[in-house]
């Protein structure tokens, strides 16, 4: 009853891609972030010494 066959699978293969795309994107996305703070709080720590 709750096998997957080929056509199951069909339809549930794009959606599961999908999610899959989308937790790898906030992880890059969070990444990034990351590294951009840290590069805007080393311009604004250089911009207060002076």
Same mark, same amino acid.
């Given at each position: 009853?709750?096998?997957?066959?080929?056509?199951?699978?069909?339809s549930i293969a794009?959606?599961?891609?999908?999610?899959a795309?989308c937790v790898?994107?906030?992880? +890059?996305? *969070?990444?990034?972030l990351? $590294? +951009?703070? *840290?590069?805007?709080?080393a $311009?604004?720590a250089?911009?207060?010494v002076?």
């Open positions: 009853m709750f096998g997957v066959d080929k056509y199951n699978l069909i794009p959606s599961l891609a999908v999610i795309v790898a994107l906030v992880f +890059v996305g *969070v990444g990034v990351k $590294k +951009v703070m *840290v590069q805007d709080a $311009k604004a250089a911009r207060d002076k």
